[in-house]
């Protein structure tokens, strides 16, 4: 078992930043490749970005990229996104999500074995 919990979320004007941080504990955590998904009023669920387990290789949503950076913290368990420039558009839950794949180049998906319970972002325009 994975426990994932997230902490950062809130109102940010647009423009803005704002970090999100998402504490893993549990049984190999630091070999899984963590990630985020954002999932807005009546849209489904999204992925936004992952990191592998080295810390090495990381993917990102195109509506993403140029703008949010992920990054981790093994000594910590720890997975932090720090987003910039964001946009009404990036409101919604953000969720932490762990795979116990090594995921180096496409998008999390199905292989997500663990989530948080989820963090609100909202951005004003």
């Known amino acids: 078992q994975v426990q994932l919990v997230e902490s950062g979320g809130g109102l940010v004007q647009a423009g803005g930043s704002l970090g999100l941080s998402c504490a893993a504990s549990g049984r190999a955590s630091v070999t899984y490749t963590l990630g985020w998904f954002r999932q807005a009023p009546g849209k489904e669920r999204e992925f936004v970005a992952s990191i592998d387990s080295s810390a090495g290789n990381t993917v990102y949503a195109d509506s993403v990229k140029g703008r949010f950076t992920i990054s981790r913290d093994n000594a910590k368990n720890t997975v932090y996104v720090h987003m910039n420039s964001l946009k009404p558009e990036d409101t919604g839950v953000y969720y932490c999500?762990?795979?116990?794949?090594?995921?180096?180049?496409?998008?999390?998906?199905?292989?997500?074995?663990?989530w948080g319970q989820g963090t609100q972002v909202t951005v004003s325009s």
């Open positions: 999500a762990a795979s116990p794949w090594d995921i180096t180049a496409q998008a999390m998906g199905a292989d997500v074995a663990y």
